[in-house]
């Protein structure tokens, strides 16, 4: 699951990590790095979960 889409995630994370760097200039960019590679990780456990929980609907 995680192979499959590593553009995405690397979009993700680029994005996010502009984002905290716009938002909290002050704060090292090693701790953005730190706090988007948690939310990519974060956002993948989800997916696979819900792929893992997922029922086909009810005929």
Do not use: W
């Not at 995680?2 to 994370?13: G, I, N």
């Amino acid at each position: 699951m995680a192979a499959a889409c590593p553009s995405e995630r690397q979009y993700y994370r680029v994005a996010l990590l502009d984002y905290l760097t716009t938002q909290y200039p002050a704060i090292d960019a090693g701790a953005h790095l730190a706090t988007a590679n948690r939310a990519v990780e974060a956002a993948q456990k989800d997916i696979v979960t819900a792929f893992v929980k997922h029922r086909a609907p009810a005929k």
